[in-house]
């Protein structure tokens, strides 16, 4: 079976630049996480999708970040226009249930200079 | 406010020292109790969830155990290649909350052969 998948794995940008990363959850799980690390902190949540529904955008930073599901697969979360305080970590995780637990992937390392 | 607290930071063991990670939390309701795994370079990796106080699960050289206010992570007889960072996270028992994880820190755990 196969995992999480997030592309791409490492990205470079300028400040002002657009970027969107990928992620491909696990067939069958309706419950899509993204989450983020930046340097010396502790993995944080962005936001959840059941299905293609948005269930808790709570942890959204700001405006700038867009997120998508369309059709309840993969999903997309895109920067624009990207800020130096974006760099770090982002993580997709997904999940078949809301009680169990959930996989994620390698993540996606974002540089903005 | 929602808070977990991961303990020691960091922490080097030698090959068949046996020793516990502390995670302690701070949630009004508790959904479950989620421990990682993170290599470098790579997303976490499932290990175990805990659900009610008194519970416990193993899995290879490795021990999760749950109280009302704090979980451990035993380690009995590490190997070098339990080297990796631990990651505690919990999810909130309210509805308003979803099943976002909320995570600790995490401790580096180095296994010196």
């Known amino acids: 079976e196969a995992g999480v998948t997030q592309f791409p794995s490492h990205s470079v940008i300028e400040k002002g630049q657009t970027v969107t990363l990928r992620c491909d959850p696990i067939s069958g799980h309706d419950n899509l996480y993204w989450y983020r690390r930046v340097m010396g902190k502790e993995i944080k949540f962005l936001l959840h999708f059941v299905k293609e529904s948005k269930q808790d955008e709570s942890g959204m930073p700001n405006n700038r970040f867009l997120a998508?599901?369309?059709?309840?697969?993969?999903?997309?979360?895109?920067?624009?226009?990207?800020?130096?305080?974006?760099?770090?970590?982002?993580?997709?995780?997904?999940?078949?249930?809301?009680?169990g637990e959930a996989f994620f992937g390698q993540g996606t390392r974002l540089t903005v200079v | 406010e929602?808070?977990?607290?991961?303990?020691?930071?960091?922490?080097?063991?030698?090959?068949?020292?046996s020793s516990s990670l502390n995670c302690s939390?701070?949630?009004?309701g508790l959904r479950g109790l989620f421990w990682y795994r993170q290599d470098p370079g790579k997303g976490p990796e499932f290990l175990f969830t805990l659900y009610s106080a008194g519970e416990e699960k193993e899995k290879e050289r490795l021990k999760a155990?749950?109280?009302?206010?704090?979980s451990f992570l035993h380690i009995t007889a590490p190997k070098p290649e339990d080297s990796a960072t631990y990651l505690c996270a919990?999810?909130?028992?309210?509805?308003t909350s979803g099943s976002r994880l909320t995570f600790g820190e995490g401790t580096?755990?180095?296994?010196?052969?």
């Open chain 1, 68 to 99: 998508e599901r369309t059709g309840g697969t993969y999903s997309t979360l895109k920067v624009q226009p990207a800020e130096l305080e974006d760099s770090g970590v982002y993580f997709c995780a997904s999940s078949q249930d809301l009680r």
């Open chain 2, 25 to 28: 939390y701070t949630v009004s």
């Open chain 2, 90 to 95: 919990f999810s909130p028992g309210r509805e």
């Open chain 2, 2 to 17: 929602d808070q977990v607290t991961q303990s020691p930071e960091a922490l080097r063991l030698q090959e068949g020292e």
């Open chain 2, 108 to 113: 580096q755990l180095t296994v010196n052969p």
């Open chain 2, 65 to 70: 155990t749950l109280t009302k206010k704090e």
